[in-house]
């Protein structure tokens, strides 16, 4: 009998997809069942082995599954099928709507303490890593102020926003930092910045063949909550340059805090990612997360939790004499 942490997957998209060869590079874990709300049979798994169910399956799956990874989108999929699952499984998600979290986060502890499962929500980068990282310059530096710059990077959900407009086939966004705003806080000036100051946003869109570019290039460029507070370029290109140039999803990006000490030392706090594979690097988080979300389930920590709930020891697969003597 294996003692692997089993895992199942609901949703194989690209984060999906991402989980899938994570869980590939982790030893102490295997992957049972994807689940869909696709036919199962168009799915193409890498590994063999795995079963391709239908979402309405899942149910019948609790005594296989120690942790199930929940891959939907954050807009609609998962305020609804995180409580759903957290009633039946062990979970982890990538909710990604910082607004909102407070509120998902209730609703998803309500369902988790019922049922006495653990449901740690809003594991990636950002929300996640950057959130770790934003809490731990607050504390160890508390004159002074937090940035977040995004990027360079392919955005998921201003692609999204980019491809519902009228008269576009196909179509990406890129956030890119602006470097002098960097360059400002990284001098431990702690600048007011607007939003507009920070980013800019670079679209690269395949209209359809009768469509008008100057009327979806305006729409993009005051489409409010994604454009209209930004300087944004609109490029229209072919569908081959777009495949050719803009199939790899690429991201990352920097917190940094600027603090003064003692008689006025200025202090830089910085943590740095760039990433080839947004969504695989996403779940690569996913995955490691579900090692914490067994190990706090055996502890009977049910409810839900965030990354500042999980100590590294519940997140690292090495022992805590291990981690003495190689890491501290």
């Given amino acids: 009998m294996s003692n692997k942490i089993r895992l199942g997957i609901v949703g194989y998209g690209n984060l999906?997809?991402?989980?899938e060869k994570a869980i590939r590079q982790t030893p102490d874990m295997e992957l049972v069942a994807v689940f869909t709300r696709r036919d199962p049979a168009s799915l193409v798994l890498d590994q063999t082995g795995v079963k391709a169910l239908h979402i309405s399956a899942a149910s019948d799956y609790q005594n296989e599954i120690d942790v199930m990874l929940l891959c939907g989108g954050s807009a609609t999929d998962l305020p609804e099928q995180t409580p759903h699952f957290a009633s039946m499984f062990h979970t982890v998600d990538s909710y990604d709507t910082h607004?909102?979290?407070?509120?998902?986060?209730?609703?998803?502890?309500?369902?988790?303490?019922?049922?006495?499962?653990?449901a740690i929500i809003s594991v990636g980068w950002d929300p996640g890593l950057f959130s770790i990282n934003r809490v731990m310059a607050d504390a160890i530096l508390p004159n002074g102020e937090n940035y977040t710059f995004w990027g360079k990077g392919?955005?998921?959900?201003?692609?999204d926003a980019v491809r519902r407009v009228d008269g576009v086939k196909n179509g990406v966004q890129y956030t890119i930092p602006s470097e002098p705003a960097i360059e400002k806080v990284r001098d431990g000036n702690n600048p007011e910045l607007a939003t507009s100051e920070k980013h800019r946003r670079v679209c690269y869109v395949v209209a359809e063949e009768q469509a008008d570019p100057a009327a979806i290039e305006k729409e993009i460029k005051t489409m409010p909550h994604y454009f209209a507070d930004y300087e944004t370029e609109v490029h229209?290109?072919?569908?081959?340059?777009?495949?050719?140039?803009?199939?790899?999803?690429?991201?990352?990006?920097?917190?940094?805090?600027?603090?003064?000490t003692g008689e006025g030392n200025k202090q830089i706090y910085e943590f740095s990612l760039q990433l080839d594979s947004n969504p695989e690097f996403t779940a690569s988080v996913v995955v490691a997360y579900a090692r914490a979300a067994y190990r706090l389930s055996q502890e009977k920590q049910f409810g839900a939790k965030t990354v500042y709930d999980v100590t590294l020891g519940h997140l690292s697969p090495r022992s805590g004499e291990e981690l003495r003597r190689d890491f501290l």
């Fill in 16 to 19: 999906g997809k991402g989980a």
């Fill in 154 to 159: 392919l955005s998921q959900g201003h692609s």
């Fill in 236 to 260: 229209f290109i072919t569908e081959e340059e777009l495949k050719q140039n803009h199939s790899k999803a690429p991201h990352g990006g920097f917190v940094i805090r600027g603090g003064n």
């Fill in 99 to 118: 607004a909102k979290i407070p509120e998902f986060y209730q609703s998803v502890n309500e369902a988790a303490t019922k049922h006495d499962k653990t």
